[in-house]
């Protein structure tokens, strides 16, 4: 399960922040060089032909559907996440048009709910969306609700949301499901299919480790891909895109929802990152990542008791995260960082570490224990280079 070898890492440095953005694999430099002068150097526009640029999102999507449990042909990527939930939701939208609730989560993600937010306001149709605490979603799915979106791993606490009930649920009330797996998609087994999901998207930068800015992926059920017209009709998912017609005519299933022109490069290296999921088992990937998650937590609370444990301690309702919450959160990360132990923050108060076993060992976990009392004992969050917040926490 441990290929370290395949990534490129800082050395002593304990990484536990793939769950924001993953490490370089190694055979993406190669696969990128490859692409950039052996394809598009020698080939030029060829390329789009003789390297199969165009075939790639289609090609990736089959690549990326057995990690969320998804069938070939059913998934493709490209455009970011933010774009492929307006998409979806669109979609599901239009699938019920008698109906105008859409329902989610208070903490789900900023960027999806903004997505939603939009939509609602471009529609002009009398669209609400309905924010509620997790708990409160179940008993809040009435025949009201067009589209249940939820992320299934939240991403600050880690809190894993139960698929397969919410689906069932939804659709008994005749509602649509549209499910975020950016925390979820090649960190724990996904069923999208015998879920019986309607629409899925995730992002491929963090787990997967297709690099920063990678391309999203998106999934629709198929019955539900030949009949939807997507509200975002991009020249690539037209039938015949190279006729250049002037009016929409949308391609089969999953074609449909291509937007716009790959982007080459960093398909390049999402599908060299693809590789180290070759013969990985995703659910005992998932156990290692709990395993360490509880080994970390430990370690972390022994030393500092007033840290508040957010992530469930079940291992049925969690992703491969540990999180906590502290008044000098965002100082102790900092800190940790200039330690050599990367985790990051998130507001208002949240400690946030990534455990991910294809790089991760007990090892790694005892030696990131082992130098936070440093942090801790010695004071060194309080130090106000520590406090001042960067851009990016």
């Known amino acids: 399960m441990l290929r370290r070898d395949a990534f490129d890492l800082p050395e002593g440095v304990i990484y536990l922040d793939g769950n924001s953005l993953g490490p370089l694999p190694r055979g993406a430099k190669a696969a990128v060089a490859r692409a950039m002068q052996a394809e598009w150097g020698a080939m030029l526009i060829r390329g789009w032909n003789e390297a199969g640029w165009m075939d790639q999102p289609d090609r990736l999507g089959d690549r990326i559907a057995p990690l969320i449990g998804a069938a070939p042909g059913t998934v493709t990527v490209g455009e970011t996440l933010s774009i492929r939930v307006f998409q979806g939701l669109a979609a599901a939208l239009s699938l019920r048009p008698g109906r105008k609730v859409i329902l989610t989560e208070a903490g789900n993600f900023p960027s999806d709910l903004y ?11 009398g669209h609400v969306l309905r924010a509620l605490p997790a708990t409160e979603i179940p008993a809040a799915l009435t025949d009201e609700v067009a589209v249940l979106m939820l992320t299934e791993v939240d991403y600050r606490s880690g809190a894993r949301h139960d698929m397969a009930a919410l689906t069932a649920q939804a659709h008994g009330v005749g509602a649509l499901t549209l499910w975020d797996l950016a925390h979820s998609a090649g960190a724990l087994p996904v069923a999208l299919t015998r879920c019986n999901a309607d629409f899925a998207a995730g992002c491929t930068y963090k787990y997967l480790n297709g690099g920063p800015g990678a391309p999203a992926f998106f999934y629709a059920r198929p019955d539900h891909s030949e009949i939807t017209r997507p509200i975002l009709a991009g020249w690539l998912g037209h039938a015949a895109p190279f006729d250049f017609a002037p009016d929409y005519a949308p391609g089969p299933g999953r074609a449909r929802f291509r937007i716009g022109t790959p982007p080459v490069l960093q398909m390049a290296a999402l599908d060299a ?34 840290l508040r444990r957010l992530t469930p301690m079940d291992p049925a309702r969690r992703g491969s995260q540990i999180a906590f919450a502290h008044p000098n959160g965002y100082a102790m990360v900092q800190a940790l960082i200039a330690q050599g132990v990367i985790g990051d923050f998130r507001a208002p108060d949240i400690l946030r570490f990534g455990l991910t076993p294809l790089y991760l060992d007990a090892g790694d976990i005892d030696t990131a224990i082992e130098r936070f009392p440093q942090v801790i004992e010695g004071r060194l969050w309080d130090d106000p280079a520590y406090r001042s917040r960067n851009k990016v926490t």
């Open 115 to 125: 997505m939603a937010q939009g939509l609602i306001d471009a529609l002009g149709q």
């Open 273 to 306: 990152a693809l590789d180290i999921f070759d013969g990985v088992d995703i659910a005992a990937l998932h156990a290692r990542a709990i395993a360490l998650a509880d080994r970390l937590a430990t370690g972390f609370e022994a030393v500092c008791p007033d």
